[in-house]
């Protein structure tokens, strides 16, 4: 199991896992890894990829085998693990935890080669709902204090093409979520009004960075966009929690989330990306201030995708092993002279 390090300066938590696949990238291995064929996630392949957690599909349909049309498993390459305590412990000035949590992955369609442009608003609608319903069930868990969904789209930034999802439960709030907390509670202390709320009123009436309104959410490109192309959604209603959006506002929402990847897809000369969706954090961690978004950023890395939407690092090598590898090498050279 990997382990939970904090930072003691910035008070980031960062998972150390020498498990991690992205290893191979770190360290100087040939062989790159291929897209497994056939593939795992595809209909006819269900034990393959994993028993399923819960799936939408056709009604009367049994568990693990076809007529799905949104798939829920677990991953097979978790950066955090579901049993196990949390064990909270010092090391010396420093502190770690395991590595406690829920590494889910959904399977967004049966097709295996679409973008989410290309997926009905229907199919869209469904996997939104998967998420809403995750949310809801993981919370349940009094280890976890925040949930989050990342998607990493496009070749260039995932092993597998077959749409697919990330759902997080974490035991800590990660710094991406935490800095925007403070954000907004330093802002509604000033102005007694939420900070994302006044953002959406500024685009609305300015109009020069929006790319859609909708009944129920916008969407566009921030005032300050950290990343080219960077694009948030915001829903026009105060609600700090993903996992109370009513069915309306899902609807609207996938409607709106095909035609910004549309946008995205059509008008860039690359094709991967991520999207995170920030929401509240759970138990006693909930802030009733805190206002759900997306945040879309078309061709980060994989790993540079989570980590600018969680603030919260994976390092498949941990600093020890870092450090004796390099002595080695110093070592080698030392003996070659
Ligand atoms: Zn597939
Ligand atoms: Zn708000
Ligand atoms: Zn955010």
């Not at 939408?56 to 390459?77: H, K, M, Q, S, T």
């Not at 999207?275 to 006693?284: C, D, N, V």
């Given at each position: 199991m990997g382990e939970l390090r904090r930072d003691p300066v910035v008070n980031r938590w960062v998972i150390i896992d020498p498990e991690r696949a992205e290893r191979e990238a770190v360290f100087p291995i040939e062989e790159e890894a291929e897209e497994p064929i056939p593939c795992p996630f595809c209909p006819g392949h269900e034990l393959e990829a994993g028993k399923e957690i819960v799936a939408l599909g056709e009604p009367g349909r049994?568990?693990?085998a076809g007529g799905w049309w949104v798939r829920v498993i677990p991953d097979r390459r978790p950066i955090l693990r579901i049993e196990g305590q949390l064990d909270p412990r010092?090391?010396?000035?420093?502190d770690l935890m395991n590595a406690v949590g829920a590494h889910e992955l959904v399977v967004e369609t049966p097709e295996h080669d679409k973008h989410w442009h290309e997926l009905s608003e229907l199919q869209l609608e469904r996997v939104l709902k998967v998420w809403q319903e995750r949310s809801l069930d993981l919370r349940k868990d009094e280890r976890f204090r925040q949930v989050l969904m990342v998607k990493n789209?496009?070749?260039a930034t995932t092993l597998f093409r077959h749409p697919h999802?990330?759902?997080l439960a974490l035991p800590i709030v990660p710094k991406g979520v935490d800095e925007e907390i403070q954000g907004v509670l330093h802002y509604s202390r000033l102005k007694e009004r939420c900070v994302y709320?006044?953002?959406?009123?500024?685009?609305?009436?300015?109009g020069k960075r929006m790319l859609l309104e909708s009944s129920e959410v916008i969407a566009f490109t921030p005032?300050?966009?950290?990343?080219?192309?960077?694009t948030w959604i915001l829903p026009k209603f105060h609600l700090p929690d993903f996992g109370r959006i009513t069915g309306e506002e899902v609807k609207d929402l996938a409607a709106v989330l095909k035609a910004v990847m549309g946008m995205i897809q059509t008008s860039l000369a690359f094709s991967s990306g991520s999207l995170i969706l920030h929401t509240s954090p759970l138990q006693e961690y909930h802030r009733p201030e805190y206002h759900w978004h997306i945040e879309i950023v078309?061709?980060?890395s994989k790993v540079a995708g989570f980590?600018?939407?969680?603030?919260?690092?994976?390092?498949p090598v941990p600093p020890e092993e870092a450090a004796a590898w390099l002595q080695e090498g110093r070592q080698a050279r030392l003996e070659g002279l």
């Amino acid at each position: 199991m990997g382990e939970l390090r904090r930072d003691p300066v910035v008070n980031r938590w960062v998972i150390i896992d020498p498990e991690r696949a992205e290893r191979e990238a770190v360290f100087p291995i040939e062989e790159e890894a291929e897209e497994p064929i056939p593939c795992p996630f595809c209909p006819g392949h269900e034990l393959e990829a994993g028993k399923e957690i819960v799936a939408l599909g056709e009604p009367g349909r049994a568990p693990n085998a076809g007529g799905w049309w949104v798939r829920v498993i677990p991953d097979r390459r978790p950066i955090l693990r579901i049993e196990g305590q949390l064990d909270p412990r010092p090391e010396g000035m420093f502190d770690l935890m395991n590595a406690v949590g829920a590494h889910e992955l959904v399977v967004e369609t049966p097709e295996h080669d679409k973008h989410w442009h290309e997926l009905s608003e229907l199919q869209l609608e469904r996997v939104l709902k998967v998420w809403q319903e995750r949310s809801l069930d993981l919370r349940k868990d009094e280890r976890f204090r925040q949930v989050l969904m990342v998607k990493n789209y496009g070749q260039a930034t995932t092993l597998f093409r077959h749409p697919h999802s990330h759902v997080l439960a974490l035991p800590i709030v990660p710094k991406g979520v935490d800095e925007e907390i403070q954000g907004v509670l330093h802002y509604s202390r000033l102005k007694e009004r939420c900070v994302y709320c006044d953002i959406l009123r500024e685009e609305i009436r300015r109009g020069k960075r929006m790319l859609l309104e909708s009944s129920e959410v916008i969407a566009f490109t921030p005032f300050a966009s950290r990343f080219p192309f960077e694009t948030w959604i915001l829903p026009k209603f105060h609600l700090p929690d993903f996992g109370r959006i009513t069915g309306e506002e899902v609807k609207d929402l996938a409607a709106v989330l095909k035609a910004v990847m549309g946008m995205i897809q059509t008008s860039l000369a690359f094709s991967s990306g991520s999207l995170i969706l920030h929401t509240s954090p759970l138990q006693e961690y909930h802030r009733p201030e805190y206002h759900w978004h997306i945040e879309i950023v078309p061709k980060a890395s994989k790993v540079a995708g989570f980590e600018w939407g969680t603030g919260f690092f994976v390092n498949p090598v941990p600093p020890e092993e870092a450090a004796a590898w390099l002595q080695e090498g110093r070592q080698a050279r030392l003996e070659g002279l």
